[in-house]
């Protein structure tokens, strides 16, 4: 079962995920984006803001993202799991309202994107998100000064191995490379108590960097 997921998921990423470099993502410079996952590396992939899934979403700029071994196969604790990182453009908006519309915009984009691709409709206005700051949170990269972090909940369908209801836990941090905004997420259906999970993502996110 894996095995067709995987390709399904490579046949969406080529012809939904890849959109054309616009001139406001150009404008965005583009920095090394490093990730320690260990070894074997999660394996990633790298996306233009606005993507083609999503084309509403209001933000300009680069994603990058490492996926759990796991990520694909519900039966794996790791199961949708994931660091994801945008480096947004120096105009961006990144309020915790405007994190929260932007954020419920790309999971809509992307649960109705694949769903389609499978011949299924799904209704995207069920999809909720809530985020509220969270000064507990201490997964930010070391050299990191004066960011937010917040802690939420989005409920979806995830469209991918289960088409079924599922709600997803976030800690995002966001922050400034120079003048363009950063926001990186761990992601996970698993309750944010699982430590052994938990400990792996936030580790990850305590390493990251961008460089230069």
């Keep these: 079962m894996l095995k067709p997921l995987i390709y399904f998921f490579c046949l969406v990423q080529a012809t939904l995920f890849a959109a054309p470099l616009t ?11 490093i990730f320690e996952t260990g070894d074997p590396p999660w394996r990633g992939e790298r996306l233009v803001l606005p993507p083609g899934f999503a084309p509403d979403l209001g933000w300009n700029g680069i994603e990058h993202i490492r996926f759990a ?14 660091v994801i990182a945008f480096l947004l453009s120096a105009e961006a908006d990144t309020s915790e309202a405007v994190l929260e519309k932007e954020l419920l915009t790309y999971y809509r984009g992307l649960s109705e994107a694949v769903m389609g691709g499978k011949g299924q409709t799904v209704d995207t206005g069920t999809f909720t998100i809530s ?29 991918f191995a289960t088409q079924k209801a599922q709600t997803l836990n976030l800690e995002i941090f966001v922050w400034k490379h120079g003048d363009q905004p950063v926001v990186l997420s761990c ?26």
């Design 23 to 33: 001139s406001s993502a150009q404008e965005v410079a583009e920095p090394k984006f």
């Design 69 to 82: 071994p796991g990520m694909f196969d519900f039966n794996k604790p790791d199961f949708f799991s994931y």
């Design 131 to 159: 985020l509220e700051k969270d000064e507990t949170l201490k997964s930010f990269p070391p050299e990191v000064e004066g960011g937010n972090a917040y802690s939420g909940v989005l409920k979806w369908i995830e469209p």
């Design 187 to 212: 992601v996970s259906p698993a309750a944010r108590d699982e430590e052994v999970l938990w400990e792996e993502l936030r580790g990850i996110s305590e390493k990251f960097r961008l460089e230069p």
